[in-house]
């Protein structure tokens, strides 16, 4: 063992004790006055920093975020043949703080050989008998006496700047046969949180993450795996760029608090009163919209930013409480170009399409979608918007919920979550996941129910990279009103709420709008369908009975009437007709032939003779049709059929 003094004194105290002498053989040493020792004048930018008892070793402990100058022995003249240094840098590491050590030489001429212009290959080589420079980067235990160092340098090339893995680092400086001028450097303890990202200016736990300089990374509590310190805030700013979204996924979460919500599901900012995550929104204006907040084991669900934010905001906070502190959180980011569909946030790099929500729609189904292995997709993005009437809400029945990867209870939703909100700009009122049976696990059922506060409700559908996949869910959702009368639409027995009739012409056969243990509209829907089908057949049966009726009636008829027609028709007076009869005709005019006039002369014989035989033919038939003459005013030609 070697022990230099600090100046020109050096004062050894030996005091023994009371034993036996026999147990204790003392020391014996050698010393040398010398002035070829180090000059630590020259050598020590703050003498505080000597260890003392060694020749020129030197601790420089942080102040908080400081830096200094080092150099060998004599710097810039020749140092001294034979000479070791060690030069112990200890940045902070405490429940405040925590720092890094960053080491940037500036000058740089530790020859390692009597090699006049040695080549690039060999100034990478240094051995341990000769000048050269090692510098230990690793966080953990050493012997600097005996490991070698991370990092060894020798000859003229300045050496890359270097930051140490943990708190600290340890420079060892040997000098060989060969003399030069040594070396410069500065090194910096600069706060290290152990997160990528680029640091605020101030070294506060503020981390920017933005489009324009890289599209993915990952993001972490401090110093994750290892337990994060107390009393932190953190903030982690993901910075889109025009046309594009930002997608976050937890991969673990392990933050403690002693209160949660018993069912997993309330996010409200009253639950994990001692450290959490929260998670933002953040739009154009400023406003945050707040999503939720999460502690213990509950792994935040992936998340993909509205599509008018510009910010996602992700804060992490731990109380001053050491005892309760925890390993914190990891995950992942990835700014993907913005989803164009405004009903439907559609497929990311080969996942599966979202169906849309129909404009104008009273009700509708919606689904997760699935893939061909009738499971749905991993990095898929869902936004379903449902906008009614002012004077009317929006329910959300879960009907049929088949698993959605994760466990609320448990695990958290960090593969697929399913999100509410009844408000465009609030929180989600539920977030949400598990297998076949978690709804009825849950209050029995409770949640498989939304109601909306308002004319609008959000629901979304999220999932992460890497996933095993589920067989995702069904739902119903209906535009109701709170009509007393509810006269254009379907009464609801249990809720009590009026749905519109346009239900029917959905698949009210299978699954119900009413909501959870009530199938009003499906009856409803089934009598209607009832009488839709039968209205047109009772209208055709009353029509084809009317016809066979009417045809009857007519034939017979027809049967009764006679065979052969007469047809009087000859000129008659202005004011004459014949009225014929028979037992099987009714009355009927003819016509009445006129006299014709008479003459003086013999000419008109012939005509009378006519006309006397054209009046005893009718005459002959008077017998069967019992002529009448009758003045009239006008002329009547029957027509009339005799059997």
């Not at 006055?33 to 020590?44: A, E, M, N, Q, R």
């Not at 680029?198 to 993001?219: I, V």
């Not at 014949?578 to 014989?605: C, F, I, Y």
Request: proline share 5%.
């Amino acid at each position: 063992m070697e022990i230099f003094s600090f100046g020109e004194d050096l004062l050894v105290h030996f005091s023994s004790s009371l034993a036996p002498l026999h147990e204790n053989r003392g020391f014996n040493a050698t010393f040398e006055f010398s002035t070829s020792y180090v000059d630590l004048g020259l050598l020590l930018e703050h003498p505080s920093h000597f260890i003392r008892g060694t020749e020129c070793d030197q601790k420089i402990r942080s102040t908080g975020v400081s830096s200094g100058m080092i150099r060998s022995p004599r710097y810039p003249n020749l140092y001294k043949a034979g000479t070791t240094c060690r030069y112990y840098l200890d940045g902070m590491k405490n429940s405040q703080s925590l720092e890094r050590v960053k080491l940037d030489f500036l000058d740089f001429q530790v020859p390692g050989a009597n090699v006049a212009e040695p080549s690039a290959e060999y100034r990478q080589k240094c051995s341990d008998d000769e000048s050269h420079v090692g510098l230990f980067l690793r966080d953990g235990e050493y012997d600097v006496e005996t490991d070698q160092p991370d990092k060894k340098w020798c000859n003229d090339m300045i050496p890359a700047n270097l930051s140490s893995l943990g708190p600290h680092m340890v420079l060892v400086f040997h000098a060989g046969e060969q003399r030069g001028k040594g070396f410069l450097a500065k090194y910096i303890f600069e706060t290290d949180y152990g997160i990528q990202g680029t640091p605020a200016p101030d070294g506060s736990c503020y981390f920017t993450y933005e489009a324009s300089a890289q599209l993915d990374g990952k993001f972490n509590s401090p110093r994750n795996p290892a337990n994060y310190p107390p009393a932190m805030d953190c903030a982690y700013i993901f910075k889109t760029r025009p046309g594009y979204q930002v997608r976050l996924q937890f991969t673990t979460c392990k933050v403690e608090s002693t209160h949660m919500s018993p069912n997993g599901l309330y996010l409200g900012k009253d639950a994990c009163p001692e450290d959490w995550i929260e998670v933002y929104n953040v739009m154009p204006e400023g406003e945050e919209r707040f999503v939720g907040r999460y502690c213990k084991h509950q792994v935040p669900g992936p998340l993909t930013s509205d599509t008018d934010a510009q910010q996602v905001k992700v804060l992490f906070h731990s109380d001053s409480d050491l005892a309760t502190v925890s390993q914190g959180f990891s995950g992942q980011y990835r700014f993907v170009p913005r989803l164009k569909t405004a009903g439907s946030m559609k497929k990311d790099e080969g996942a599966t399409a979202c169906e849309p929500i129909q404009e104008g729609a009273k009700a509708g189904i919606i689904s997760s979608p699935v893939s061909s292995n009738a499971k749905y997709a991993g990095r898929l993005s869902c936004n379903w918007e449902i906008k009614v009437e002012e004077n009317e809400r929006v329910m959300v029945y879960f009907h049929n919920w088949q698993g959605v990867e994760g466990s609320m209870l448990d695990r958290g939703c960090g593969n697929a979550v399913v999100r509410v909100y009844n408000m465009s700009s609030e929180s989600p009122s539920a977030e949400f996941c598990g297998a076949e049976d978690a709804m009825q696990t849950l209050a029995n059922g409770e949640f498989q129910m939304f109601y909306s506060k308002g004319p609008y409700l959000r629901m979304t559908f999220t999932t992460g990279v890497n996933i095993a996949g589920g067989k995702g869910f069904q739902a119903t959702w209906a535009a109701f009103s709170e009509d007393e009368a509810c006269s254009d639409g379907i009464r609801c027995a249990v809720n009590r709420i009026c749905i519109s009739k346009s239900v029917c012409g959905l698949a009210t056969d299978q699954v119900s709008f009413c909501g959870l243990d009530d199938e009003s509209d499906r009856k409803y829907c089934v009598v209607r369908r009832i009488l839709m089908l039968a209205l047109p057949l009772l209208g055709g049966g009353i029509i084809l009975i009317t016809a066979v009726i009417v045809t009857f009636i007519y034939c017979r008829r027809k049967k009764q009437r006679p065979q052969q027609h007469l047809v009087l028709n000859s000129r008659t007076s202005d004011s004459q007709v014949m009225r014929l009869s028979h037992p099987d005709l009714d009355d009927q005019e003819l016509p009445v032939p006129k006299a014709p006039p008479r003459v003086s002369n013999g000419k008109s014989s012939s005509r009378g003779a006519k006309s006397s035989s054209r009046k005893s033919r009718v005459n002959g038939m008077n017998n069967d049709l019992n002529v009448h003459y009758q003045p009239v005013n006008k002329v009547i030609i029957c027509h009339h059929t005799v059997v």
